[in-house]
């Protein structure tokens, strides 16, 4: 049975200073335990299967041991005791027959890991029998007996299989730009370079040339910076195949095995496309199979050419495929590239593809590794929005649930209503529901004009849900029976640009709009104004945050910084008070701009790459792009990046600013109650209903400003009565705070309320 107590505001007690506990500051992060990378460039299969993949992190490294499990073995600086480092980049693996493990660095010149776990380095050091001219390393081609390959950007050095270069094996290429090196069956060495092919296949000396200098004939590669030759394999029947990047498109260039030129076009020939990323031989049947920088896959093998697209293969991730390799089942691994990256294997047979099997579908975490929303629902559950129609979910108790398959497009909008109920907005597409309480999908009405591209989704205090669009604001009632659009021309240019950023509700109950080209504003009463740069002073541009403070300052950060408004207008804020950066504000008032803590009482703490242990990222072109940012209700704070993973800092304090506001209040003591208590509070009089709300009634644990999930509503039969409800269950043995606002109010406007705060505590 629910406890019922009467307000009585006859008397007040003095203000109660309640004790912080003391915290511990920590920081985590959660990343897909599928590819870590966000670009990931290469996969290899060493002697036992095992799959090896290669990137960029300058805090994993750049290779890794892939695990199905996500328990991933790295090779960085740590773990290498210093000889794979962490600033350079692993660009070609080779296993050898001895049991030794070889990276081709960029930067740290040639590496080998020993079957007994020895290291040796090649590179440009004093040691004769290991130096090359170049750290920069770009490819390993075994050459069998004779050894290895070892291409750099300056020369190619033979290293034979005892570890030692050479003498007398080296080719300077100081000038040429090399990108790849090939040995064919006739032990002929060629070479691409960003300005042609060299060879020395017509020379009896060794020496190289450019193959339209030593060969006759027209279709032959031409000498030129145009045609950057990436890509060279050679088939079953002794045809070589040459195959320019995207730095140049003319053609794919055969060379037949009596020594004929062939040039094939996209025009001409059975090639879609003909900018060539990545070329493998495969054994089994004699072919060589080729990938494209716009998707496609080529099987070649003679005059025989068989293509195959993007759709032929089932791959939904990535415009272009980066590299491509064979592993020992006949299994063809890609790896796509658009943005963010997937890797692929495909199985053909009969000529059909079948498949594909992606290997990020294999993360038991985050679903993808590019972010674009991310929301904490009323329990505390934490959604993230991400890449190929996926939404990761990480329940209250910590288990893993994956959405995927929500549409062909990425997830670019989260938002939770007062009922607990997840809005999911993808990039194009249908609005979709989630009722959390009860694990259900629900039914949304369409707008009347399909959402042509979005950006994001907000939900007010009312539970109006809004939708940024390229095309206008989108806005859903509460009961989602109707759609308005707001634009620029239905609001007479008060909206700067259809293209919105965020919206905002203010401490009065206005809508900020933040678009590519200024703000707006919508009063309650529904009327709009428009701010555009020059007018009262405002900057204008990008809009992407709004905050206020406590005092009712109200903060707009932008591609121009930050301004804060009044009726008199706008004035600039510099970035040293208040740094540009997504803002959140906590329920005690304190302000996170990005990832500094602007505190209520004027302190300031910045957190960054360093002062975090490197758990939070460093800005660069494609990382540390922070898109969201939420807390839960034991008032962890957690920060979604595009390229990053999810940061999470937990055990700050946040002295709560809500007692300065509420004097405490102590009714007839109470005895511990269960944990699904509901509480009822008698008032003087029956309350207007649009006055009773979890923001002029809410519950945090004592010594905590977060919020903890509870339904306040009236009673259904007696409009006197208030009923606190716990959504998410309290904590046993803890001590809790209702915080009971003055604004409650009758139909008539009378104050029943004053600002008062009650504690209890659970059993």
């Not at 920069?136 to 299989?161: C, H, M, P, R, S």
């Not at 290429?173 to 060629?190: G, M, Q, R």
Request: contains cysteine.
């Amino acid at each position: 049975m629910a406890k019922k107590f009467v307000l009585i505001f006859s008397f007040m007690l003095s203000v109660l200073i309640f004790s912080s506990s003391a915290f511990a500051e920590q920081w985590s992060s959660i990343e897909t335990n599928g590819i870590p990378y966000m670009n990931p460039e290469g996969i290899y299969f060493d002697n036992s299967g095992g799959k090896w993949i290669t990137g960029q992190d300058s805090d994993k490294g750049s290779v890794f041991l892939w695990s199905e499990s996500g328990d991933h073995q790295y090779y960085n600086s740590e773990t290498t005791g210093g000889n794979l480092k962490n600033d350079v980049q692993v660009r070609d693996l080779l296993f050898d027959d001895n049991g030794a493990t070889w990276f081709a660095t960029w930067g740290d010149g040639l590496k080998i890991k020993k079957a007994d776990g020895s290291w040796l380095s090649f590179n440009q050091n004093d040691d004769y029998e290991r130096y090359i001219m170049s750290d920069e390393v770009l490819q390993i081609f075994d050459a069998g007996a004779d050894g290895k390959w070892i291409l750099t950007y300056q020369g190619a050095y033979l290293v034979t299989n005892d570890y030692e270069v050479a003498a007398g094996k080296s080719i300077i290429l100081s000038d040429y730009h090399p990108a790849c090196l090939f040995v064919d069956s006739n032990k002929h060495i060629w070479i691409g370079t960003e300005y042609g092919i060299l060879t020395d296949s017509k020379s009896g000396s060794g020496s190289f040339d450019y193959v339209h200098n030593v060969y006759p004939g027209s279709d032959m590669p031409p000498a030129d910076y145009s045609h950057c030759f990436s890509s060279i394999s050679q088939d079953g029947e002794g045809n070589l195949w040459f195959g320019t990047s995207n730095y140049g498109t003319d053609g794919v260039y055969m060379l037949s095995a009596d020594g004929e030129w062939t040039k094939y076009t996209a025009s001409n020939s059975p090639f879609p496309s003909v900018s060539i990323t990545d070329m493998e031989y495969d054994s089994s049947s004699g072919t060589v199979w080729m990938s494209t920088y716009y998707g496609e896959l080529i099987q070649a093998l003679g005059s025989s050419i068989q293509s195959y697209s993007k759709e032929d293969l089932g791959i939904t991730g990535g415009d272009s495929i980066f590299s491509l390799r064979l592993d020992s089942d006949g299994g063809i691994w890609l790896i796509c590239h658009d943005f963010m990256s997937s890797i692929y294997k495909i199985s053909l047979v009969g000529g059909d593809a079948s498949g594909p099997y992606n290997i990020n579908t294999t993360s038991t975490s985050l679903a993808t590794y590019r972010i674009h929303d991310m929301e904490i629902d009323k329990d505390g559950g934490l959604w993230v929005a991400g890449d190929e129609g996926s939404v990761s979910r990480r329940t209250p108790e910590g288990d893993w649930i994956q959405y995927r398959d929500l549409g062909e497009y990425s997830v670019s909008g989260l938002a939770v209503d007062s009922n607990n109920v997840m809005y999911i907005l993808p990039l194009k597409g249908p609005v979709m529901a989630y009722d959390v309480n009860s694990e259900n999908w629900l039914e949304v009405p369409q707008p009347p004009e399909e959402i042509f591209y979005s950006y994001g989704a907000y939900v007010d205090s009312k539970d109006g849900k809004w939708f940024y669009t390229s095309d206008g604001i989108y806005y859903l009632s509460p009961d989602n029976s109707s759609w308005e659009i707001y634009t620029s021309s239905s609001t007479t240019g008060a909206i700067p640009s259809d293209m919105i950023n965020c919206a905002y509700e203010d401490g009065e109950g206005n809508i900020w709009i933040g678009t590519r080209e200024g703000a707006a504003r919508m009063s309650e009463d529904g009327s709009w104004e428009g701010f555009y740069s020059g007018e009262s002073n405002f900057m204008g541009g990008d809009i992407t945050s709004f905050v206020e403070n406590d005092l009712g300052e109200l903060y707009a950060i932008g591609s121009y910084g930050v301004q804060m408004y009044s009726p008199d207008g706008w004035t600039d804020v510099s970035h040293t008070d208040f740094p540009a950066g997504k803002a959140l504000k906590m329920s005690n008032g304190d302000i996170w701009a990005g990832t500094t803590l602007l505190k209520n009482d004027g302190g300031k703490t910045v957190y960054d790459h360093d002062s975090t242990g490197g758990i939070l990222p460093e800005s660069s072109y494609l990382g540390g792009i922070l898109k969201s940012s939420a807390y839960d209700q034991d008032g962890t704070v957690y920060f979604a990046y595009m390229y990053d993973g999810i940061k999470l800092v937990s055990g700050l304090e946040w002295p709560s600013s809500e007692d300065r506001k509420y004097t405490p209040w102590s009714p007839a003591a109470s005895s511990p109650v269960d944990t699904d208590y509901k509480w009822s509070i008698s008032l003087s009089k029956p309350a207007d209903d649009s006055t009773v709300n979890d923001s002029s009634i809410f519950v945090c644990k004592k010594g905590s400003s977060a919020r903890h999930s509870v339904s306040v509503s009236l009673n259904p039969s007696d409009s006197s009565i208030i009923e606190i409800t716990p959504i998410t269950l309290y904590d046993s043995s803890e001590e809790y705070v209702i915080y009971i606002g003055d604004s409650i109010k009758n139909v008539d406007g009378e104050n029943l309320s004053k600002a008062i705060r009650f504690e209890f505590q659970t059993k």
